[in-house]
């Protein structure tokens, strides 16, 4: 594997009754925001705290989960800080797609059954842009955030260390 890159995210787990906070091995960092709202407990803790709906309630929110993020890295916990970030890049990704989208639908039509929990067009047409400028506001905050915590100089020391340790 080469130096810097993650393993594949595992999705066979048994993510009902594994908790990564005992089992930090069995994570995988992979690539965005995959395993974000499936990783637990980091899950429960961080997700009742991801708002975007307006900037107010946006800077609120990545507020809060910036200071969980600073939290995990204080306790040298890498699943914890590496969840926070993916909540943070997830609050940019979705409001980005309400800025641009108002209903949040980017395709015509339905996901094909073959291609469900698969990202992009499938052969659908994408809806013409519809902006919000409210939610592009609530996006450019995330979008602060998550850089931040990415440039996090502990994030970045720590995520070497698991990668070493966990995903060589």
Same mark, same amino acid.
């Given at each position: 594997?080469?130096?810097?890159?993650?393993?594949?995210?595992?999705?066979?787990?048994?993510?009902?009754?594994?908790?990564?906070? $005992?089992?930090?091995?069995?994570?995988?960092?992979?690539?965005?925001?995959? =395993?974000?709202?499936?990783?637990?407990?980091?899950?429960?803790?961080?997700?009742?705290?991801?708002?975007?709906?307006?900037?107010?309630?946006?800077?609120?929110?990545?507020?809060?989960?910036?200071?969980?993020?600073?939290?995990?890295?204080?306790?040298?916990?890498?699943? =914890?800080?590496?969840?926070?970030? $993916?909540?943070?890049?997830?609050?940019?990704?979705?409001?980005?797609?309400?800025?641009?989208?108002?209903?949040?639908?980017?395709?015509?039509?339905?996901?094909?059954?073959?291609? $469900? =929990?698969?990202?992009?067009?499938? =052969?659908?047409?994408?809806?013409?842009?519809?902006?919000?400028?409210?939610?592009?506001?609530?996006?450019?905050?995330? $979008?602060?955030?998550?850089?931040?915590?990415?440039?996090?100089?502990?994030?970045?020391?720590?995520?070497?260390?698991?990668?070493?340790?966990?995903?060589?």
């Amino acid at each position: 594997m080469k130096p810097g890159k993650s393993r594949a995210f595992n999705y066979d787990l048994d993510f009902r009754n594994t908790d990564f906070r $005992k089992n930090p091995e069995l994570y995988r960092i992979g690539k965005g925001e995959q =395993g974000v709202l499936l990783v637990e407990p980091y899950k429960s803790e961080i997700l009742p705290h991801w708002r975007f709906k307006t900037p107010e309630v946006a800077r609120e929110s990545s507020e809060h989960i910036y200071g969980l993020f600073l939290d995990y890295l204080r306790h040298n916990d890498f699943v =914890g800080a590496d969840m926070a970030r $993916k909540f943070l890049q997830m609050g940019y990704t979705r409001s980005r797609r309400y800025a641009n989208h108002r209903t949040g639908q980017k395709y015509r039509g339905p996901v094909p059954d073959d291609k $469900k =929990g698969q990202s992009g067009a499938h =052969g659908r047409d994408q809806l013409p842009l519809d902006p919000d400028p409210v939610k592009a506001e609530s996006a450019r905050i995330f $979008k602060a955030r998550w850089e931040e915590a990415k440039e996090n100089e502990t994030y970045k020391k720590l995520m070497t260390e698991f990668r070493a340790t966990y995903e060589s």
